[in-house]
């Protein structure tokens, strides 16, 4: 049985290396909506995990495997996505010392 066009595009996102929260942001869906849709195209395929579910739409051609992506990309000139780095928040620390106008700019 094949995946429904959402399921599909959730799957091809994943084989490049997104997140369910990066997903979810990207098609303007909740996290949860994108985890269901997973699970699903699991159910659907008989994948076991979402791994399985990537190799069984490489195996079927629904996505291209990373080196025909790869190939393809450099044909048509186009550069491969890069995962941004994972940045931490920094806490804001003030003392008593700081002064009223130093506040603004911290709070800003």
Do not use: F, Y
């Not at 990066?22 to 994948?47: D, F, G, P, Y």
């Amino acid at each position: 049985m094949d995946l429904t066009k959402r399921q599909a595009e959730i799957v091809s996102r994943l084989a490049d290396g997104m997140t369910a929260e990066e997903i979810a942001i990207s098609l303007c869906r909740s996290v949860l909506t994108v985890r269901t849709q997973v699970k699903q195209a699991c159910q659907r395929t008989n994948a076991r995990n979402t791994a399985h579910l990537i190799a069984i739409a490489i195996s079927r051609g629904w996505i291209a495997p990373l080196a025909l992506a790869l190939m393809l990309a450099d044909l048509h000139g186009q550069t491969t996505r890069a995962r941004q780095p994972v940045t931490t928040r920094q806490p804001i620390t003030c003392s008593s010392r700081v002064g009223r106008r130093d506040l603004g700019s911290v709070l800003a």
